[in-house]
């Protein structure tokens, strides 16, 4: 599993392996941290700022209270 | 006569996603042709992460903020500098892209898209505090593409306990690259900061696409093992 989420970062999968391994992200937390794990390294590789201080669980708190609005475009706002 | 070699595939595409990756490809004259081809084989994971998330799935526009979230706060770090309204309009700008998610056609590449909002919003905040923006970014240097990143160095992290946090974890990373095996650590150094595909990689170091992708996997799973004892602590921090 691991292996293919490394791939799938890296967008170096087939178009058929795209869904089956979106679905694995969606249904199962350990491929989530993976997912988490593998970004937090590359962003580090790069020199960016990397602490594991809760940012992304924050916006997450946010964006259960925000709605899709068809009609908004935010680059007009 | 490469150029229409591709437009003419275009036509043959099967999937709407394809064309518009393959049509973003062929419009950024800056990308050099050998990866245009990469980039057009290959499915775009943003894109696919954005089509599920316009479908009501929250867990993949999850996915696309753990995938973009520093590079964001870093763009919008080079317009504020305090670290708390970094944080703050860094959480505005994805708001914003997750409402206006269904403007998003594709047309550029997400990671671009959202880039601007990030910039708009800055300037929109900085605006709204009647402050000014900094010197460097009056000279126009601010253009949608400037996705430059800033090193640890020149971070601006007040909390003490955040920055020791940071540190070590930069450190931990560092100290698991410097013990890889020199290819290991190549293919992920040409990956990461290099951004390169996988087939040019393989060129580069002359072996086979197979032997990049378990290169790069064993390289990313020798430094996730040395990073989760720092992070084992945070565990209720799944998503």
Not at chain 1, 15 to 34: C, G, I, T, W, Y
Not at chain 1, 50 to 71: C, H, M, Q, T
Not at chain 2, 93 to 113: E, M, N, P, V
Request: a negative charge; glycine letters at 4%; aromatic letters at 6%.
């Amino acid at each position: 599993m691991n292996e293919k989420l490394s791939l799938l970062m890296d967008s170096e999968v087939e178009e058929n392996e795209v869904s089956p391994l979106l679905d694995l992200l969606k249904n199962h937390p350990d491929a989530r941290d993976q997912w988490t794990m593998m970004q937090m390294i590359g962003d580090a590789t790069r020199g960016l700022v990397v602490a594991d201080d809760g940012f992304s669980n924050r916006i997450f708190e946010k964006l259960k209270n925000v709605e899709i609005e068809p009609s908004y475009d935010p680059l007009a706002d | 006569m490469f150029s229409s070699a591709l437009q003419f595939d275009a036509t043959q595409l099967p999937t709407t996603v394809t064309k518009k990756r393959l049509n973003s490809v062929l419009m950024d004259n800056k990308t050099e042709p050998a990866k245009q081809l990469d980039a057009a084989r290959k499915p775009d994971v943003d894109l696919e992460l954005v089509s599920r998330a316009q479908n009501g799935d929250r867990l993949a526009f999850n996915a696309l903020v753990v995938r973009h979230q520093r590079r964001l706060a870093n763009a919008i770090s080079r317009f504020i500098r305090i670290p708390q309204e970094v944080e703050d309009v860094t959480q505005e700008a994805f708001i914003k892209a997750y409402r206006g998610l269904k403007s998003f056609r594709g047309d550029s590449s997400f990671s671009t898209w959202l880039h601007r909002i990030g910039v708009n919003t800055a300037k929109n905040y900085l605006v709204a505090q009647k402050r000014k923006l900094p010197a460097h970014r009056l000279k126009g240097e601010e253009d949608d593409t400037d996705w430059q990143e800033t090193s640890l160095a020149g971070a601006n992290i007040e909390d003490p306990e955040r920055l020791l946090m940071t540190q070590q974890i930069g450190q931990a990373v560092a100290a698991a690259m410097e013990t890889l095996p020199e290819n290991e650590r190549t293919a992920l150094t040409l990956r990461e900061l290099d951004g390169e595909s996988y087939e040019s990689i393989a060129e580069i170091m002359g072996c086979p696409v197979g032997t990049v992708r378990s290169r790069i996997f064993r390289a990313r799973e020798h430094v996730a093992k040395a990073l989760k004892p720092l992070l084992e602590p945070n565990r209720n921090r799944r998503w």
